[in-house]
T-cell receptor, first 110, second 111 residues
Framework: AQRVTQPEKLLSVFKGAPVELKCNYS??????LFWYVQYSRQRLQLLLR??SRESIKGFTADLNKGETSFHLKKPFAQEEDSAMYYC????????????FGKGTKLTVNP | DGGITQSPKYLFRKEGQNVTLSCEQN?????MYWYRQDPGQGLRLIYY???????QKGDIAEGYSVSREKKESFPLTVTSAQKNPTAFYLC??????????FGQGTRLTVV
């Protein structure tokens, strides 16, 4: 069965510190991985998609098939990064039947 | 704003009643989805539809029903059979093989 694990429910860092939100997945096929973010009072929105290999708002994420991981990283956290982050697994080549992790609430302290 | 719209934002339901949540999109997306979001549970897929007049059950479909009569609309009915309906419901849409866009959500409370 497909599964996404985000081991940290809460993560707190200070402004300027590096941050890493962990995501591991379980899927026998070829995965499509996403990071979604939900800022306070805003709708859930896409942050990163692994096939794009982009850096968005300073965040990057690399798919490691050997470790079945897709950790989200940012070298210098900002207060505006405080939000709920969800890792998601697409199992049919894209957004079809996205399987979400339980989310990590990131708080960046001044 | 355009895109994908859910209504109402807040909904109260009495025990034993059915209630329908609306989801409309003007993005010309083929696929639409309903998720349930509970604290500490992440998002769980209820139903999804990849084409008009067709839909599939997700992981927690029991007690819910949907229809997809038009490409733009994917209403979700929470039936009296749903044992624990109080939750935040999110609708999303996507083109095939692209990102999903989410609505603002509907918070349903059983009173």
């Amino acid at each position: 069965a497909q599964r996404v694990t985000q081991p940290e429910k809460l993560l707190s860092v200070f402004k300027g510190a590096p941050v890493e939100l962990k995501c591991n997945y379980s899927y026998s096929g070829s995965p499509e991985l996403f990071w979604y973010v939900q800022y306070s009072r805003q709708r859930l929105q896409l942050l990163l998609r692994h096939i794009s290999r982009e850096s968005i708002k300073g965040f990057t994420a690399d798919l490691n098939k050997g470790e079945t991981s897709f950790h989200l990283k940012k070298p210098f956290a900002q207060e505006e990064d405080s939000a709920m982050y969800y890792c998601a697994l697409g199992t049919q080549g894209g957004s079809e039947k996205l399987v979400f992790g339980k989310g990590t609430k990131l708080t960046v302290n001044p | 704003d355009g895109g994908i719209t859910q209504s109402p934002k807040y909904l109260f339901r009495k025990e034993g009643q059915n209630v329908t949540l609306s989801c409309e999109q003007n993005l010309n997306h083929d696929a639409m989805y309903w998720y349930r979001q509970d604290p500490g549970q992440g998002l769980r897929l209820i139903y999804y539809s990849q084409i008009v007049n067709d839909f599939q059950k997700g992981d927690i479909a029991e007690g819910y029903s949907v229809s997809r009569e038009k490409k733009e609309s994917f209403p979700l009915t929470v039936t009296s059979a749903q044992k624990n309906p109080t939750a935040f419901y999110l609708c999303a849409s996507s083109k095939m093989n692209t990102e999903a866009f989410f609505g603002q959500g509907t918070r349903l409370t059983v009173v």
